[in-house]
């Protein structure tokens, strides 16, 4: 299976990030990538493939250029106005608030463009994120030129970010931004399957309406778990989508009976949709040992749910999210591609 690993993500590095009303270490760190590298390198799985820049326009075709903007400058500007180290936001448009008309103050635009006050902002975000949504626009053009699989290793992640917000760590919505340039590559149907333990909230929202891209998810039930305002059973899409967003919430410290047998319903409902290229968001915060999520799959868990990705005999591509126990993130992600490469290599091409 190919790799493309964005080199930059480190430029995004978070000291702290805000947690019951005290700054705590943050958990969305350089490491991640580092030991994920680590274990790619000294397993079977690569080539590595070097980063191609596609540029700001695929970016574009999800998000909206004043947001991209904003989250360029961001820092520089925290910085200008005496912002000590990484920034965050204080303020927000709720209920009743105008957000259609984009303030001149800073820390109105922050609020504007956010969803938590736990997604530090820092001097490097942009490059690591603009980086990162290059690295797997580079995976998509492996897969679209043939090969089985590959895997785009990054961060900041991006599930949680929509069209013009950051939050839940991320800042550019790898997923969209790729399943969007799939379909102007001319692929019909497009489904992203996003088996973080958190809901992919911006993903949904992006492709809502839509029916040409199928959002499929896992995760925590956002009744108690982050990020709480989306992700119900009942959200199945609207107008032109409706019938094309699927949700699997399940309750926190569910089982791993429970969590496969909502990943196999997930899988036939994705069939039966008969997409031309599956996209995995693929967090490992399912992890047992994770530090901020309740499920509980180990390494045979992650290798049987690469494995069973594989046995649908899709174009794949796996695009790296959460997962935050650090030292065992190499392993739990290379469980999932190397089941995946297991079970594929039986099959004939697709
Ligand atoms: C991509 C992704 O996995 N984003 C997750 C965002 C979760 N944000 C909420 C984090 C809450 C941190 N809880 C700290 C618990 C300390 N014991
Ligand atoms: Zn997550």
Redesign the pocket.
Known sequence: MKIVYNERHAQHAAQK?F?RGQL?DA??IPARADFVLQALQASELGPFVPVVDHGRVPLERVHAPAYLRFIEGAHAEWLALGGQGEAFPAVWPIRSLRSDVEPKSFAARMGLYSM?S?SPLTAGTWAAAYWGAQASLTALDLVLAGERSAYCLTRP?G??AGADFFG???FINNAAVTAQAARDAGRQRVAILDV???HGNGTQAIFYERADVFFLSIHGDPQTE??FFLGHADERGAGAGEGFNANYPLPAGASNEQWFEAFEKALVQLNAFAPELLIVSL?V?TYGGD??SHFRLDEPEFRRMGQSLASLQLPTLFLQ????ATAAIGRNVLAVLAGFETTAQGQPGV
Do not use: Q, R
């Open positions: 990030e947690f705590v958990f969305e938590d736990g992640p599930h949680h839940g760590y991320c973080d333990y958190h982050y990020p967090g915060d530090p901020i999210e959460g997962g935050y």
